[in-house]
C-alpha cells in the first residue's frame, strides 16, 4: 500500500436527455471539472495528470475535453471501460497519486449519449460482449427487447425461480430510488412514483418495466485526488475525504463457466473487489452508513446487495421488503437517485457517485443529507467487464 490518497474537489453537471441541451462534451467537462477546481479551491496549473473517461467518441476527446480548463502541457489519459469508465478515471488518479508520480490528479467522465437504448458501434469486428452475449442466448431465448435489458432482466428472472424473489421487491427498489432523485438537482428525473405506478410502466423485459431502467443521458463528473502533503499545503483538510479501500476486478472463469445469468452481470467481480477494499480499509459493510451502486436496471441493485456483503446469497428480496436500504434503515442506498433517476451517461456515472457520497460525508447533501454519515461505499460496474468498489471516509488529519 503506498501514500494516503484524498479526494478535495467534486463537481458534475446536471444529467440531461440527450438531446434536449444545446451543449457538447467539451462543455460538459469544462461545467463539471471547473466546478471540481472551484470546490477544492485550486488553480488548473496544480494538476500533474489528468484521466479522462468517455465511452462514446474519438481517440482524444480526452485531450478536447480537458483542454477547456487549460493548456498546461500535462499527461491526459483516455479511458473507456464500459459502464465503469467514470470509476476505471478515478482509480487511475488515485494510483498516480498513492504510488508518488503526481501529488494532485484529476478524474473526470463524460458523455454525450444518442438518444434510446444502447446499440453496436462497430459490425465489423468482434464484439467484447460475444463471449456474455453467446452465453446468455444458449441460457435463455434471445427476445426483441434492448440487449442490456435483457442481461439484467434474465438476471432476475433466474433469481426469482432460484430463491423465490417477487416482481414486486425489484419494482420497490424503482420506487425508492425515484423518490430519492425527487431531492437531487442534478437528476434526470426527479419525480416521485408509488409502487403501482412502477408495477404498470410499460414492460421492457420482464420483471424490468420502464421505470426500473435507467435513461441514456449527457452529462460529466469530475474529481480531484490528491496526496497528504497536498492536502496540508493548501490547507483542504476540513473537506478532505480519504480514499481508505478502493480495488478494480475483471471478468473470471466463473462469469462463463458456471452457466447462469446471474453470473453473467458480474457479481462476483462485484464480489472479489468489495472483498479487498474490506480488508485495505479495516472495514466491513456493517461499518458503511451510505451506499453509492450502480443500479442500472433495478435486478442490479438487488443483485449486488448480496454481492456486497449487505444480506446473504438470495436475501436481496428480503433486504429490500425489511426498509434498510433507506432513509431510517442500516444503510441509505443511491440516496441521489442512482442510475433509474439520475440518468447513466457512462463515463460520467462512477464520478457523480463519487461527488454524492463526498457531499454526503461533507453534509453538504442538502435534503438527500443522510444524518451522520462518516463511512461511505462506492460501486460501479461495467459488463465485459469490470467492477470498482471504493470505501471513504471524512479525513481525519491535523492541522
Not at 460482449?129 to 426483441?144: A, I, N, T
Not at 465485459?384 to 491535523?398: D, S
Request: charged residues 20%; neutral net charge; aromatic residues 8%.
Amino acid at each position: 500500500m503506498g501514500r494516503k490518497v484524498f479526494v478535495v474537489g467534486v463537481g458534475m453537471t446536471k444529467f440531461e436527455k440527450p438531446g434536449s441541451r444545446q451543449w457538447d462534451y467539451p462543455d460538459m467537462a469544462k461545467e463539471a471539472g471547473t466546478k471540481a477546481l472551484q470546490d477544492a479551491g485550486i488553480p488548473y496549473d496544480a494538476v500533474e495528470q489528468a484521466c479522462v473517461g468517455y465511452c462514446y467518441g474519438d481517440s482524444t476527446c480526452g485531450q478536447r475535453a480537458v483542454y477547456g480548463l487549460g493548456l498546461t502541457g500535462i499527461p491526459i489519459y483516455n479511458v473507456n471501460n464500459n459502464c465503469a469508465t467514470g470509476s476505471t478515471a478515478l482509480f487511475m488518479a488515485k494510483q498516480f497519486v498513492e504510488g508518488g508520480i503526481a501529488e494532485c490528479a484529476l478524474a473526470l467522465g463524460f458523455e454525450k449519449m444518442e438518444k434510446g437504448s444502447l446499440g453496436v458501434k462497430f459490425t465489423d469486428r468482434t464484439n467484447p460482449m460475444d463471449r456474455h452475449f453467446e452465453l446468455m442466448v444458449s441460457l435463455r431465448e434471445f427476445g426483441p427487447s434492448p440487449p442490456t435489458a435483457q442481461f439484467f432482466g434474465n438476471a432476475g428472472r433466474e433469481h426469482m425461480e432460484k430463491y423465490g424473489t417477487k416482481p414486486e421487491q425489484f419494482a420497490k427498489i424503482g420506487f425508492k430510488n425515484h423518490k430519492h432523485s425527487v431531492n437531487n438537482p442534478y437528476s434526470q428525473f426527479q419525480n416521485e412514483y408509488s409502487l403501482d405506478d412502477i408495477l404498470k410502466a410499460p414492460m421492457v423485459y420482464e420483471p424490468l418495466t420502464k421505470l426500473q431502467c435507467c435513461p441514456t443521458s449527457d452529462g460529466a463528473g469530475a474529481a480531484i485526488v490528491c496526496s497528504e502533503d497536498f492536502v496540508k499545503r493548501h490547507k483542504l483538510q476540513n473537506q478532505a475525504v480519504e480514499i481508505l479501500g478502493m480495488s478494480m476486478a475483471t471478468d473470471l472463469t466463473s462469469t462463463f463457466d458456471t452457466k447462469s445469468c446471474i453470473k453473467l452481470i458480474g457479481p462476483d467481480m462485484t464480489r472479489k473487489a468489495a472483498q479487498r477494499v474490506y480488508e485495505q480499509s479495516g472495514l466491513g459493510p456493517e461499518n458503511v452508513d451510505v451506499i453509492e451502486l450502480h443500479d442500472c436496471f433495478s435486478t442490479n441493485e438487488l443483485i449486488t446487495y448480496e454481492a456486497l456483503g449487505l444480506c446473504p446469497e438470495g436475501k436481496g428480496g428480503e433486504l429490500i421488503d425489511s426498509g434498510a436500504v433507506t432513509y431510517g434503515g442500516k444503510w441509505v442506498v443511491n440516496p441521489s437517485g442512482g442510475l433509474i433517476s439520475k440518468g447513466h451517461p457512462l463515463g460520467a456515472t462512477g464520478l457523480a457517485q463519487c461527488s454524492e457520497l463526498n457531499w454526503q460525508l461533507r453534509g453538504q447533501a442538502d435534503k438527500r443529507q443522510v444524518k451522520g454519515a462518516k463511512v461511505a461505499l462506492q460501486h460501479n460496474l461495467g459488463l465485459g467487464g469490470a467492477a470498482v468498489v471504493t470505501m471513504y471516509r471524512k479525513a481525519q488529519i491535523a492541522a
